[in-house]
């Protein structure tokens, strides 16, 4: 599978990858999440953390618990996983995702596999 290469996307994937080198596969999300706040941190990006995910029906705004782990400079969401394999409802969540919140482009990365680049999925609306 081809990953959109931005030049946001590289960063945020070689963030990702300097705490899978560190700590491998088997932790939990929340783990993986907070290593890599500080790598965006150390890189100097612009980052929000579990933002809400508006849903909007009908002219009301619910009041629903989604969150997106990260928006990135705005303009990338990233959404992580620790899970043995990806399911196509975790693509279809990403995907709703950049829908509700208008965002044009997102990745879903996997820690719990050997290489990260097995665990990447780059998503482009």
């Not at 990403?94 to 997102?106: F, S």
Request: hydrophobic share 45%; glycine share 6%.
């Amino acid at each position: 599978m081809r990953i959109y290469r931005s030049q946001l996307c590289q960063r945020v994937i070689g963030c990702s990858m300097q705490v899978h080198r560190r700590l491998g596969p088997g932790l939990l999300e929340s783990v993986y999440e907070e290593c890599v706040d500080q790598e965006f941190r150390a890189a100097g990006l612009h980052f929000a953390r579990q933002v809400p995910v508006p849903v909007h029906y009908k002219g009301a705004i619910l009041g629903c618990a989604y969150r997106v782990d990260f928006v990135v400079e705005g303009s990338l969401i990233l959404e992580l996983k620790a899970v043995e394999r990806c399911l196509p409802i975790h693509e279809a969540q990403v995907l709703t995702y950049l829908k509700l919140m208008k965002v044009r482009q997102a990745l879903l990365i996997n820690f719990n596999v050997k290489l990260l680049k097995h665990g990447i999925k780059s998503f482009l609306l």
